[in-house]
């Protein structure tokens, strides 16, 4: 196994880090990196808003749901899904911009989680940690006034960057038999593989929390996906202009 693939395979979710500043030239070369990530049609749909103010990140950790580190982080980037950019392209070119499909969503949403993803995997190569922080959507039109997002534009998550203050264990993800299909999709042989699974990611909240927490894969989805998601999405999404078609 090569020094990528053990690095990929040995992401972990960083929410405490110390106090050591990450030059801006860093974080410059990190974007770079993002922008090489694969985008459909070179559309390249994704811009990033560095958020350095303390009082603005501290209004967004409290959007976020009070995950604190949102403002303590030495760095916090917000991913945008932004089709704005091709409208004025579209201007530029004195060409009328046929927006509000579906796929066009798909596409800029798309962009941001691949371009973010190189973002967190340069860093990480690099000896930073780093959290996603999709709680950004919980009052989303709130982050957008906030960062002054026009319409075509919406915040897809925050990532928050800095030094590891912390050693947590790897998360175990699902067996491969379970993601990996081949020629067609058959989920017949899955339920024994993810209740072997439960009793691993049993074992991994009981060593994460001194045994102070008993939870299953099983269980932490059923009770995610009994409950509403977000329902204020959708309108929000077609106020800033997107899957109107």
């Known amino acids: 196994m090569n020094p990528v693939i053990r690095l990929l395979q040995s992401h972990r979710s960083i929410r405490k880090f110390t106090d050591r500043k990450i030059d801006q030239g860093v974080i410059d070369e990190l974007v770079r990196a993002g922008q090489s990530a694969p985008t459909s049609s070179f559309i390249q749909a994704c811009t990033v808003v560095q958020v350095n103010d303390s009082g603005k990140r501290e209004r967004l950790a409290r959007y976020a749901g009070d995950q604190v580190y949102v403002a303590m982080a030495p760095v916090f980037l917000v991913f945008c899904a932004d089709m704005q950019r091709h409208k004025l392209v579209c201007e530029m070119r004195k060409t009328e911009m046929l927006s509000g499909y579906t796929e066009q969503f798909i596409t800029a949403t798309v962009d941001c989680a691949l371009f973010a993803q ?128």
């Open 118 to 245: 190189n973002v967190l995997t340069a860093a990480e190569s690099l000896r930073l940690g780093g959290v996603m922080i999709g709680g950004l959507r919980n009052q989303i039109e709130k982050v957008a006034d906030l960062l002054e997002l026009p319409d075509l534009v919406y915040p897809v998550f925050g990532l928050c960057l800095g030094y590891p203050d912390q050693d947590p264990e790897i998360k175990p993800r699902l067996p491969l038999s379970v993601v990996l299909k081949q020629d067609s999709y058959c989920d017949g042989g899955d339920a024994g593989p993810i209740g072997e699974y439960d009793r691993d990611v049993a074992a991994y909240y009981r060593s994460r929390t001194g045994g102070n927490k008993e939870m299953t894969w099983t269980q932490q989805i059923a009770g995610l996906l009994k409950k509403e998601s977000r329902p204020h999405m959708l309108g929000f999404l077609q106020k800033k202009g997107f899957l109107l078609k």
